[in-house]
């Protein structure tokens, strides 16, 4: 079988789209133009100002690099408090995390989820329904055996494939309201062996979660990056955040473009994330539900902004397995989203309104 051809290969870090403080696509230069503003007023009690600099805070959770910086005068640990929220949600949302909710779920322990989790995989099932099998999270079987997660690089058998594609069906997959126990809000039903996996999506409700947090904690000016998963919270004191887009398969300050964002989310998917190289081809970890083997296409990346990142997440794994004449099809007739899609050449394409982000 035929896989896209080894390019230049560097360190794949998890970062695709970086949030920068200056204008310069080059990180080294960026300088950061705020003004400073005392007494700006805000209806929240906590009294911030605007600070030169934002306040950062890092870890590395849901498999990968998080960071939030907010544009605020306040204590790093006011921050912190809100990273903690992933640890709750990965817990609910992993296909990994023993004992969590999917996790129980997947290995058939309960048929009851949360409503948290029920209500993310009713959104995610209603795009894998006008994706035509191109999105799937029934593909856990699958994604299991590639297993990026743990870095292992095993190209699994055409009989383990054929044997795991059997259980990757979403149209089987529906989920009822239940009242029966207290957290357990809904009830799924799906063929006994499926796994859901919702790496193509957590990532993006858990941004809308942190985002919800810091704004109901005062904080209003602020960027969230889940591993390139970026999600802004208002503006920069009026000017939009500048966020860079990551070159694939280049350094992890390389930006292809930069977008000028204020209050949205920009979420890249691609195949220089997670992948490995074997005789000349790399395998990565976007699958095509229908062959069970990494999606081969003429793209490299793709990058999707949208209001809300649950949104975003969906839609970049979607559009980057639809490849560029569908993808620039679905943003079109979508409200409110935009794609820049990166082909194998560098070239870029992108929707029609995606031009004036990156001015
Ligand atoms: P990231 O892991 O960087 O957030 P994506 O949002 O693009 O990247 O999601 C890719 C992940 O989605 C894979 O690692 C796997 O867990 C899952 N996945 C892979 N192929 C599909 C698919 N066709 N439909 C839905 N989910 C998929
Ligand atoms: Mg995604």
Redesign the pocket.
Known sequence: MKLIKTKAIFLAA?L?ALPLSGCSQNAAENSNNDTTLTGNPKENPAAFTFKKDPVTVNAFKL??YISISAYEDIDESYLYDTLALCDRYEEMFS?HKEGGALYNLNEGTTDKVPSELGRVMET?LKW?QS?DG????S??R??ELWD??SGSHVIPSDNEIKSALKTVDDTKISLSPSDSEEGAAYTVSMPEGTKI????????YIADKLKEDLISRGITSAVIN????VLCVGDKNGDPFNIGIRKPFAGDTDMITVLKLKDCSA????IS??YFEENGRIYH?????RTGYP?ENELWQSTVITKDSLTG??L???C??LGTDKALELAKNTPDTEVILVKDDLSLVTSDGANDLMK
């Open positions: 998890g695709i498999d990968t296909m995610a894998s994706s191109a999105f799937q999270i593909v856990g699958v994604t990026f997660t996996d919702l790496g193509a999506v957590a990532k993006g889940l591993g390139g998963n979420v890249s998917s691609g994330e997670r970890h976007i699958i095509n539900p999606y997440d969906i970049s794994t979607l980057y397995a």
